[in-house]
């Protein structure tokens, strides 16, 4: 069983193109997906008062894979407020233990003109940003008075060591490279994660060769040597800026898939570009990340491999063949709706 959350924004939207191309792979190549949908975020504070009700909780943990649109928006936007959209989110990951986010990057050529910088310089990227995605300041104790605030971030060896395992297995199926990025010059959370990271890649991946970046240097280098990473390990609020700056890589944020994983086979997976509430309800919203995610849902929690290689080929068939949405769209090109460039791509399936 597959659990959809459509949540807030442009969420149902794209939602609806996962729900779509999912049936699509399931038809052609025989299988039977069962699917559940349920609230999160600001629909489901609207609906029950609870960003995360008691029953998505339950959809959730009984199904192979969670498939999320976005969580938030203006409407429930006020800082004060002691229930939030976001909570939704933060609530489920920790509930399924999943604290492995993986965002891969790459850039097709026939998206290079939609990119701010030159094509000289993202040509040929192709990279995975690997975000510690349960642990430190998100998740650590928050305090605030009239005159302070204060977050708390923590991180253990044993969570350090887990998503650097995670990162590595991964660099060793690709160019066997990894770049672990901190603030160990400032922050002792990363000083620790430096040391643990050092240890065990020296004593369990020593064919693996290891760079480590100051997280603004690591700002940088993206932006001027995006062509030298392969996989990129780093804690959570870093992993959070920094795969946003990345995206601009590939052009958009709507053509970029997340998948969140634990333990078990069981993970959530969400494109990367969020609510963007400005466009909700307009059929404006770029279904290619949501797409891409729904062919990591099914590669990772349901090993079908194939299946997810037939969906990641038709996404680029059909931006190859100048299927474009608003946010990757030079001057010339047509746009197409969401919808529509759904069908582009289900057309595209081969």
């Not at 849902?297 to 299927?323: F, Q």
Request: proline share 4%; with cysteine; net charge negative.
């Amino acid at each position: 069983m597959i659990t959809l959350l459509p949540g807030d924004g442009i969420g149902p939207e794209v939602t609806t193109a996962a729900h779509r191309i999912l049936q699509e792979v399931a038809s052609r190549y025989g299988h039977a997906f069962e699917f559940s949908k349920q609230l999160i975020g600001g629909a489901a504070i609207d609906e029950t008062g609870r960003p995360l009700p008691e029953a998505t909780i339950v959809s959730c943990e009984r199904s192979d894979a969670v498939f999320l649109g976005a969580v938030g928006g203006p409407k429930w936007s006020d800082p004060n407020a002691t229930v939030r959209p976001e909570q939704g989110l933060l609530g489920l990951r920790s509930r399924l233990g999943v604290y492995a986010n993986l965002r891969p990057v790459k850039v097709l050529d026939a998206l290079n003109g939609t990119s701010p910088l030159k094509a000289e310089i993202i040509q040929g990227v192709d990279l995975v940003v690997v975000r510690e995605l349960t642990g430190g300041i998100y998740f650590g104790e928050k305090t605030r008075d009239e005159t302070s605030a204060s977050d708390l971030c923590t991180y253990h060896t044993v969570e350090i060591e887990r998503i650097v395992r995670v990162a590595a297995r991964l660099a060793a199926t690709r160019r066997g490279k990894l770049c672990s990025i901190d603030k160990a010059n400032v922050l002792e959370t990363s000083r620790l994660w430096r040391d643990v990271t050092n240890r065990l890649m020296r004593d369990e991946f020593p064919d693996i060769e290891l760079e480590t970046l100051l997280v603004d240097a690591a700002a940088m280098h993206l932006l001027s040597r995006p062509r030298d990473f392969d996989v990129i390990v780093t804690e959570n609020m870093f992993g959070d800026i920094l795969t946003d700056e990345a995206s601009m890589l590939a052009g958009s944020l709507g053509m970029l898939p997340s998948a969140s994983l634990g333990e078990s086979a069981l993970g959530i997976y969400e494109p990367i570009h969020g609510s963007a509430p400005d466009i909700a309800g307009k059929g404006l919203a770029n279904p290619c990340g949501a797409l891409a995610s729904a062919a990591m849902l099914l590669r990772h929690s349901l090993g079908l491999d194939a299946e997810a290689a037939a969906i990641e080929a038709a996404i680029d068939a059909a931006i190859v063949a100048g299927a474009r949405t608003a946010d990757i769209a030079c001057d010339d090109d047509a746009v197409l709706s969401t919808s529509d460039m759904t069908d582009r791509i289900i057309a595209a399936i081969d």
